[in-house]
């Protein structure tokens, strides 16, 4: 285990980022030249991405308070600055515990056979060895007797992120296989996402020659044909994060092909055909939203688009202050103008304790059923039985 670091800081927005990074690898090996082709479009950070960055931010100041490898009173000082921030929430401690739960639990996990493993936060992890260039910085590494973990957290709430055969973890375990089984001997592969959001968390397990041997297949030439602007684009849901993906022209015509499908001259579709549409259907929308999203920007530069203006969006009224409005009221004699309402779920669990709500509210509590969700096969929730299914039977 590393000393107490006397002068750590958590700083995740102006870390590097390499062109071929880990975290866009399922892009650049699906279509590799998009990376070229992006080069013309700059990083627009998203409130999504700066939130992201924050509670990433959060578990590796949890992490180095459970590992002690900072010393105390800068670490408090880098958490009163990191609950002093407008992304700070209840919600947002409860995720990165839920991170920093898993984290521990897996540490512990590897010490029951290697009482002093190497444990890395934030490491910085170089596979340029395979992929010119190549580095990424790993959330959590823990380098035991023959076994390697990686440990990736993930805030986003919109699309679930599975660890089997993830290209961004793949590289992280390849980087840390190169830098580490010279003294480490690894033989066991595991790497984990924590998607608290979305009650996710999954594991994939590899060998190391499994995992060399898509390096050196997979993962080189598709490097050398990103970085030399070659190969065939491929458009599918990997696009989603392309910084040219409001106008490339690839994914346009993919999205396209929908509506020159060659459906039977019929008055209604068939069931084929709609099951032909339903796995594009999904990215269609998204398409259109992000086409939307560019051509809404461009007009805002002072573009016109024929046929369509730009105007505001409908709003609901409110309070330019609350104290203002009671002070007003109350001076008006008015005294109906409060509700009271029960404490959410969490909140109340956090005012009363985990324990006593365990004890007292518990049998109060229960997960309503969720609504039907068709979804593709590849969902990793079981399927619900239909009523028509369950009448069969
Ligand atoms: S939008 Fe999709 S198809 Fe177009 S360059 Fe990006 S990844 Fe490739």
Same mark, same amino acid.
């Given at each position: 285990?590393?000393?107490?670091?006397? =002068?750590?800081?958590?700083?995740?927005?102006?870390?590097?980022?390499? $062109?071929?990074?880990?975290?866009? =690898?399922?892009?650049?090996?699906?279509?590799?030249?998009?990376?070229?082709?992006?080069?013309?479009?700059?990083?627009?950070?998203?409130?999504?991405?700066?939130? &992201?960055?924050?509670?990433?931010?959060?578990?590796?100041?949890?992490?180095?308070?459970?590992?002690?490898?900072?010393?105390?009173?800068?670490?408090?000082?880098?958490?009163?600055?990191?609950?002093?921030?407008?992304?700070?929430?209840?919600?947002?401690?409860?995720?990165?515990?839920?991170?920093?739960?898993?984290?521990? *639990?897996?540490?512990?996990?590897?010490?029951?056979?290697?009482?002093?493993?190497?444990?890395?936060?934030?490491?910085?992890?170089?596979?340029?060895?395979?992929?010119?260039?190549?580095? %990424?910085?790993?959330?959590?590494?823990?380098?035991?007797?023959?076994?390697?973990?990686?440990?990736?957290?993930?805030?986003?709430? %919109?699309?679930?992120?599975?660890?089997?055969?993830? @290209?961004?973890? $793949?590289?992280?375990?390849?980087?840390?296989?190169?830098?580490?089984?010279?003294?480490?001997?690894?033989?066991?592969?595991? $790497?984990?996402?924590?998607?608290?959001?979305?009650?996710?968390?999954?594991?994939?397990?590899?060998?190391?020659?499994?995992?060399?041997?898509?390096?050196?297949?997979?993962?080189?030439? #598709?490097?050398?044909?990103?970085?030399?602007?070659? &190969?065939?684009? +491929?458009? %599918?849901?990997?696009?989603?994060?392309?910084? =040219?993906?409001?106008?490339?022209?690839?994914?346009?015509?993919?999205?396209?092909?929908?509506?020159?499908?060659?459906?039977?001259?019929?008055?209604?579709?068939?069931? *084929?055909?709609?099951?032909?549409?339903? @796995? $594009? #259907?999904?990215?269609?929308?998204?398409?259109?939203?992000?086409?939307?999203?560019?051509?809404? =920007?461009?007009?805002?530069? &002072?573009?016109?688009?024929?046929?369509?203006?730009?105007?505001?969006?409908?709003?609901?009224?409110?309070?330019?202050?609350?104290?203002?409005?009671?002070?007003?009221?109350?001076?008006?004699?008015?005294?109906?103008?409060?509700?009271?309402?029960?404490?959410?779920?969490?909140?109340?669990? !956090?005012?009363?304790?985990? !324990?006593?709500?365990?004890?007292?509210? %518990?049998?109060?509590?229960? +997960?309503?059923?969720?609504?039907?969700?068709?979804? @593709?096969?590849?969902?990793?929730? +079981?399927?619900?039985?239909?009523?028509?299914?369950?009448?069969?039977?």
């Amino acid at each position: 285990m590393s000393e107490v670091n006397a =002068a750590h800081e958590v700083d995740h927005a102006h870390r590097a980022h390499a $062109m071929l990074s880990a975290s866009s =690898a399922h892009r650049w090996l699906e279509c590799p030249p998009s990376v070229r082709l992006s080069e013309q479009f700059a990083d627009q950070p998203t409130v999504f991405s700066e939130e &992201g960055t924050y509670l990433h931010e959060l578990c590796e100041l949890k992490l180095h308070r459970f590992l002690g490898d900072v010393a105390p009173d800068i670490l408090e000082a880098q958490f009163r600055a990191h609950k002093d921030n407008d992304f700070y929430s209840e919600e947002a401690e409860a995720v990165t515990d839920e991170y920093v739960q898993f984290c521990v *639990e897996t540490i512990e996990a590897v010490r029951a056979s290697c009482p002093d493993p190497l444990i890395l936060v934030e490491h910085r992890l170089d596979y340029s060895e395979i992929v010119p260039d190549g580095f %990424g910085t790993g959330d959590l590494l823990i380098v035991g007797d023959g076994v390697l973990e990686i440990i990736d957290f993930k805030g986003g709430r %919109g699309v679930r992120v599975e660890a089997d055969r993830n @290209p961004q973890l $793949m590289l992280y375990a390849l980087a840390g296989l190169l830098e580490f089984d010279p003294l480490y001997d690894i033989r066991t592969i595991r $790497m984990s996402i924590v998607q608290p959001r979305l009650n996710n968390t999954s594991s994939y397990e590899i060998t190391p020659d499994a995992l060399l041997s898509w390096a050196q297949n997979e993962v080189a030439p #598709a490097a050398i044909l990103a970085l030399e602007g070659k &190969g065939e684009y +491929k458009a %599918g849901e990997h696009c989603r994060f392309c910084k =040219a993906r409001h106008t490339c022209r690839k994914r346009s015509e993919y999205y396209m092909e929908l509506a020159r499908r060659d459906f039977k001259e019929a008055d209604l579709l068939t069931d *084929e055909e709609i099951a032909d549409i339903l @796995p $594009m #259907a999904q990215n269609l929308a998204k398409w259109v939203e992000d086409l939307m999203a560019y051509a809404t =920007a461009q007009a805002e530069k &002072g573009k016109t688009w024929p046929g369509y203006k730009l105007v505001a969006s409908v709003t609901k009224r409110k309070y330019t202050n609350d104290a203002d409005v009671i002070r007003v009221c109350t001076e008006a004699g008015y005294t109906n103008i409060y509700k009271t309402s029960l404490l959410g779920i969490s909140d109340l669990e !956090k005012a009363i304790g985990k !324990k006593a709500f365990q004890e007292i509210v %518990g049998p109060y509590v229960f +997960k309503p059923e969720g609504t039907p969700e068709l979804v @593709p096969l590849s969902d990793r929730r +079981k399927p619900i039985s239909s009523a028509e299914t369950d009448f069969a039977e």
